[in-house]
């Protein structure tokens, strides 16, 4: 049909996804891009990581799902640019996918605070690949345990570190738990895997910060009870493929400075932190809209980029405000704006908000 809106959704996570599901809509000429051609499941795959679910489990096709709408069309194919003036996204290939409408949703990564170094001994967990990667590692570590007879390193093969206590993080920590005190507890004949040592630590005051502290609390009791020990206000220093350098508030040395210890363990997993995908940061540079320090727009309320009301930005990509900053009154100390949190009922529901505002 001659003249129909072209909107263009770059990336397949859940809000590209519920975006392009609500654009199901004739007079609209919908493309969706992703450099992978499958929706993931996200919040289920440290299931994956830990053996509990295969990949495809987690997984869909884009074009399965989105088969039925036919002003739909799925390109396998990786972002890298966007001409701003001309209103089309560049791709990897040097292809130009042109748009009216743009719906950027490419999601984050994960996050090393300047030390990239870390991330060959501490992987994250983003994607299949990852999952499989700690997966690959934690079971090579109880194989590894079972053969090692010198008692020091076969502890230490059994010591697990988990850095950050966001929800990713403690989905992490409680699934070893049960891995070692469900899963394998019967499964080796010279270690005894329920004596694996877990470890969660948090830079912050409690795990889960961005929940309410009641929900904090029962979360670390759920832990304890797997056999999970939660450090919080443990900052990390450093990571080797031996374990992980940790500085804890309020715990001082001799000379009063914050003490340091070295937490030994073979297998560290990092859950701390996340960055904005690289196209976002090629969005900014063209639009000249700033970001947060990890490449997160502050959008405004109909969640276009300030300047630019036919870009969107959705899901990790964008800092949507949920509650506004409170003053101070009597007796209750000011509290600062909370943004809506970054996980997948966020991303379905800006999604959904972002199909209709289009139509």
Do not use: C
């Amino acid at each position: 049909m001659a003249g129909r809106h072209r909107v263009v959704i770059v990336g397949g996570g859940f809000a590209g996804l519920y975006a392009a599901k609500g654009l199901d809509d004739e007079a609209i000429e919908l493309t969706v891009v992703d450099r992978r051609n499958f929706h993931l499941f996200q919040p289920l795959l440290y299931q994956v990581a830990t053996g509990a679910l295969a990949a495809g489990e987690i997984s869909q096709p884009l074009r399965s799902i989105l088969r039925r709408q036919a002003n739909t069309e799925v390109l396998l194919g990786e972002a890298v640019d966007l001409d701003v003036d001309g209103r089309a996204v560049i791709l990897s290939d040097g292809g130009r996918v042109p748009y009216d409408t743009l719906v950027v949703a490419t999601g984050a990564h994960h996050a090393y605070f300047g030390h990239d170094a870390w991330a060959a001994v501490a992987p994250g967990l983003k994607s299949v690949e990852d999952a499989l990667e700690i997966r690959r590692r934690v079971l090579l570590a109880f194989e590894t345990a079972e053969r090692e007879d010198d008692p020091d390193e076969r502890l230490a093969w059994m010591s697990f570190v988990v850095v950050g206590g966001g929800p990713t993080g403690v989905e992490l920590a409680g699934a070893l738990g049960e891995i070692a005190h469900d899963t394998l507890r019967r499964d080796f004949r010279r270690i005894d895997p329920t004596q694996a040592r877990i470890t969660l630590v948090e830079g912050l005051n409690r795990i889960l910060p961005t929940y309410p502290a009641s929900l904090s609390r029962a979360a670390a009791r759920q832990l304890v009870r797997l056999g999970v020990t939660v450090r919080p206000k443990t900052m990390v220093e450093g990571i080797d493929d031996g374990g992980v350098m940790v500085r804890t508030s309020g715990a001082a040395g001799a000379d009063g400075a914050a003490a340091s210890e070295r937490i030994v363990a073979r297998t560290v997993l990092w859950a701390a932190g996340v960055q904005a995908a690289s196209f976002g940061r090629r969005v900014a540079a063209a639009t000249g809209v700033t970001t947060d320090r990890a490449g997160r727009f502050a959008v405004d309320a109909d969640l276009s980029l300030h300047g630019h009301p036919e870009i969107l930005a959705l899901g990790d990509l964008a800092i949507v405000s949920w509650k506004p900053a409170e003053p101070a009154r009597p007796g209750r100390s000011a509290k600062p704006a909370r943004p809506v949190p970054g996980v997948a009922p966020s991303a379905i529901q800006e999604g959904r908000y972002a199909a209709r505002a289009i139509k």
